[in-house]
């Protein structure tokens, strides 16, 4: 493994080439949500997607046994956890690195011991919800690789709850994470209680990663997945394998689960005019706002979302982004921009 290994005591200079150019590199939206954030909260939600980034891609490399996935998985938890050394995960992260199709990911990987060094020096209180929302990423991920550990055949969910299982434990208590940052870092960062918005978030979060299961649905299914619960099939007479070459039965289904996006989404719009902080308010309701137009292009491609990949085009984000400059993210504009984006 290429290791980058940061020294004890900080190097401000290699920090800021983690954040400006492996975030770049693995999230172009992510990175243009977060500039907007102020310095004090940058800092830590950048190293906690990092970290979470790189748990994804171990837990991603297909060439890679479900059980090596795993064990490996599992020393990365523990690394983050501060339970074990970050030299004892080297090793078998560096079996993961030359498999990796994408540079990018690979230069994820390879910055790896840098950003569990980064987190060593995060002050105290960051550090512990960093490694709490990170614990909770890792068990999702490793459920995942659980239900889904044979690939040849199509297997479904059992019930909704396992959905909503999996949907929280990989982006509902990110939005508990923001919304605690949030509350330590910003005077006076939202209108409502940090237990309303701990709901809120935790609901936004969700939303966000369940239109992730419905853009790729498609793709999941063609590698033995599907998130959509195995009751809900059945009571359509319908079995995993049969979705693809049955996408209009499986139409009332998937639209269901459209719906439960959409009604989450306005949680996301809630949370973010709570908020006072215009530039935290911009970068909180940029993932809605591209959201809410994915669910509208899933909504319009019907059956043949299953079919292609279904994504907003970046000069649309781009005119997103300079909507909310412009106009500060006044609430009045984002409730707008939100209402434009489901045409």
Not at 299 to 317: D, H, I, W, Y
Request: net charge neutral.
């Amino acid at each position: 493994m290429k290791s980058h290994v940061v020294a004890r005591g900080g190097d401000s200079g290699h920090r800021s080439s983690l954040d400006e150019t492996v975030l770049r590199s693995v999230s172009r939206s992510f990175y243009l949500s977060i500039r907007f954030l102020p310095g004090q909260l940058r800092e830590s939600i950048t190293l906690a997607y990092l970290l979470a980034r790189t748990t994804d891609t171990v837990a991603d490399t297909a060439q890679i046994s479900t059980s090596v996935r795993m064990e490996t998985l599992k020393l990365l938890s523990e690394a983050i956890q501060g339970t074990a050394s970050p030299d004892v995960v080297a090793e078998p992260i560096a079996g993961f690195v030359s498999l990796q199709k994408n540079e990018r990911e690979r230069q994820l990987l390879e910055s790896l011991l840098d950003c569990l060094g980064w987190l060593e020096r995060i002050e105290h209180a960051d550090r512990d919800d960093i490694r709490m929302v990170l614990e909770k990423i890792t068990l999702g991920q490793m459920l995942d690789l659980q239900r889904f550990d044979k690939p040849q055949e199509v297997h479904a969910l059992g019930t909704a709850a396992d959905l909503d299982e999996y949907t929280y434990l990989v982006a509902g208590c990110v939005g508990e994470f923001w919304t605690r940052l949030c509350f330590r870092h910003v005077r006076k960062f939202a209108s409502r209680s940090e237990d309303e918005m701990l709901a809120l978030g935790k609901d936004y979060g969700m939303a966000l990663q369940l239109i992730n299961v419905l853009r790729d649905a498609g793709s999941d299914l063609r590698v033995g997945r599907c998130y959509f619960p195995e009751y809900e099939l059945n009571a359509a007479h319908l079995t995993p394998s049969q979705i693809l070459s049955e996408p209009e039965r499986f139409q009332p289904i998937y639209r269901t689960w459209l719906e439960k996006a959409k009604r989450g989404l306005q949680s996301g719009m809630e949370y973010s005019r709570a908020i006072e902080n215009r530039r935290v308010r911009a970068a909180t309701v940029l993932p809605a706002l591209i959201g809410v137009r994915t669910l509208a292009l899933l909504n319009a491609a019907g059956p043949m979302a299953l079919q292609q990949t279904v994504k907003v085009p970046r000069s649309e984000v781009r005119e997103m982004i300079l909507s909310l400059a412009i106009t500060f993210a006044s609430r009045k504009a984002i409730d707008t921009m939100f209402e434009r984006a489901k045409l």
